[in-house]
């Protein structure tokens, strides 16, 4: 009975390198899964609240924004640096990427640091060569040791307390969330009839369905990506590029490119190859939100066009 509290708890706080005495770092956490396993139950509520257009525009618009989101901001911002911006901002940035609900931005980048760090290699939580499809796809994070993460890799991160708080309670987002979709239907329902909306069928599609492409969308990095794809450059992995992986992530499917030459903010790093994440930061570096958005060096350039 004791570890009823303690598992409830961690549902609500996330400690940042937590362990627990006897676990095996590598068996998934059933009773730390539930919040996650409920996620994907709650799409099955289409079958209760049908669809309409708006509802399916919804969901796709939330998908796209918080893709982006962990794309742009997660991924290339918290995890790599390859551009600046003001504090503020950064705190937008990191609030955008909890709405994603794949936890803090502390954790995002400090899993995301130790994949480079150790890529294919027998540390890393999700390589599909060695731990398996599935494993790397969402397995890894069910895992006390992908639960926890070493606070080593985002020491330039923890100095902001905001962050730390966005880190600690990373539900707080996605409620908040949830219930401004839920409150969207409803307010939808009274003033715009014809729209067939409701709070219950917003929620299931702009919150459930939509977040669950969004973690799916986010997965296929860490396994198709490293499976399936082209090999540009050696990089010493298995890392591959994709071309509707990068469609899917909005640019992320460039896989081997981003491994090759990491400290880039574009991943496309050739014009035909979309990356609409990259094309979303030059614009925002337009309007003085963002700014020195770092660019693949000429030399990186030239070897992928000779290999």
């Not at 309409?52 to 525009?57: C, F, K, L, R």
Request: proline letters at 5%.
């Amino acid at each position: 009975m004791k570890l009823v509290p303690v598992t409830l708890r961690r549902w609500f706080v996330n400690d940042l390198a937590e362990t627990r005495v006897g676990e095996r770092p590598d068996r998934i956490d059933w009773g730390r899964c539930v919040p996650f396993v409920i996620m994907h139950l709650g799409c099955l509520g289409v079958i209760f609240v049908g669809w309409s257009w708006a509802a399916v525009g919804l969901a796709l618009g939330l998908y796209v924004v918080r893709m982006f989101a962990i794309t742009g901001f997660y991924h290339r911002y918290f995890s790599h640096r390859t551009f600046k911006t003001s504090r503020w901002f950064q705190f937008v940035m990191a609030t955008a990427g909890s709405a994603a609900v794949q936890r803090g931005p502390l954790w995002w980048a400090a899993h995301h640091r130790h994949h480079h760090n150790h890529s294919d290699e027998d540390p890393d939580h999700h390589s599909p060569g060695l731990r398996g499809f599935w494993m790397s796809h969402m397995g890894w994070f069910m895992t006390p040791a992908g639960y926890a993460s070493n606070p080593k890799y985002v020491r330039d991160w923890m100095r902001y307390p905001e962050l730390r708080f966005l880190d600690r309670y990373d539900w707080i987002v996605p409620v908040i969330l949830a219930a401004g979709v839920f409150g969207l239907g409803a307010l939808a329902s009274a003033v715009a009839p014809g729209l067939g909306l409701d709070g219950w069928q917003t929620l299931v599609w702009g919150f459930f369905i939509s977040t669950v492409l969004v973690y799916h969308g986010t997965y296929t990095i860490n396994s198709v990506a490293h499976a399936w794809g082209r090999r540009r450059f050696d990089t010493g992995d298995d890392s591959r590029n994709n071309f509707w992986l990068a469609l899917i992530t909005l640019g992320e499917g460039w896989h081997n490119n981003h491994h090759h030459y990491p400290a880039s903010t574009r991943q496309g790093f050739y014009w035909w190859e979309i990356d609409l994440t990259y094309y979303a930061l030059r614009f925002l570096a337009v309007t003085g939100l963002i700014w020195d958005l770092r660019p693949v060096p000429k030399r990186v350039l030239e070897e992928g066009r000779a290999t």
